[in-house]
């Protein structure tokens, strides 16, 4: 399978269009929206973008098992994270009440 | 197969970064979550769609949702400065990473004889060996990650509370 026959039915290379194109539209969502939910959300596009590469790598190179562990332990950063930045949004808006990123782009009262 | 899932993944994707209203975003988020378990699926790996399911869909959107309606404002603030140059900069940023990566992996030699090398499907990713796997060879990364979740966790709790 070459070029678009791959991207098409599934081949390695349809995988990792997917993972770029998903990879570029979290950067988009991080880039162009103010909102930090919004960001945070395109932030964990990215991730899931970098996972859909990693999997597909894994699957072509004749069923990888390490490289399940690693995803395993990738969620587990992905769920401390979500956890810690979603805390760090609730105590922003608890001083500033906003979430625009704009509007706190300094850190002192 | 294949197409279906990556157009739920990528449209769902795009959805949420055009939609407004922050719960519509998250919920179109959680379908291009769906989509990436389903590719997951089509890879052979059960196991990583499982996980994709329970810690993303199920855990992390919710905590996600959770937040938003905390928070009372769900449409995007009016801006204070616009920065029009910079929001096109970033468009253009955006698109020329996505269209010099897809260019790089059409050309790429080497994924292509991967892709060749690798097209028989391998047995699914089963449950059992991923097990025996990370408790072979990453005891100590496995035990490190449950002490980052108790830290992030006890952080979590130090940041959302008022009073200590």
Request: hydrophobic share 65%.
């Amino acid at each position: 399978m070459t070029g678009m026959d791959a991207i098409l039915h599934g081949g390695l290379q349809g995988y990792l269009v997917v993972a770029l194109l998903l990879f570029a539209i979290g950067l988009a969502a991080v880039l162009l929206r103010r909102t930090l939910l919004m960001q945070f959300m395109g932030v964990e596009l990215m991730l899931n973008a970098a996972n859909v590469a990693l999997l597909a790598f894994a699957r072509f190179r004749g069923g990888d098992l390490q490289a399940t562990v690693f995803y395993l332990f990738i969620i587990a950063v992905a769920a401390c994270e979500a956890a810690v930045g979603l805390a760090l949004i609730i105590g922003l808006y608890r001083h500033r009440d906003t979430t625009d990123s704009d509007r706190t782009a300094s850190l002192k009262q | 197969m294949f197409l279906a899932f990556a157009l739920i993944t990528l449209l769902g994707a795009l959805g949420m970064l055009l939609q407004k209203n922050i719960i519509v975003a998250g919920l179109f988020m959680v379908a291009a979550f769906f989509g990436v378990a389903g590719l997951f699926v089509l890879l052979a790996n059960p196991v990583a769609a499982a996980l994709q399911l329970i810690v993303y869909s199920g855990a992390i959107m919710v905590l996600v949702l959770f937040v938003i309606m905390m928070l009372s404002s769900h449409e995007e603030e009016a801006a204070e400065v616009g920065h029009p140059i910079q929001r096109w900069l970033s468009v253009l940023l955006a698109l020329a990473l996505a269209a010099g990566g897809v260019t790089l992996v059409l050309a790429s030699k080497g994924v292509r004889q991967l892709a060749e090398r690798g097209a028989a499907m391998p047995p699914a990713v089963t449950l059992q060996g991923v097990g025996a796997t990370l408790f072979e060879g990453h005891v100590l990364g496995f035990e490190v990650a449950g002490l980052m979740l108790l830290a992030a966790m006890v952080g979590a709790v130090a940041l959302t509370k008022r009073n200590l």
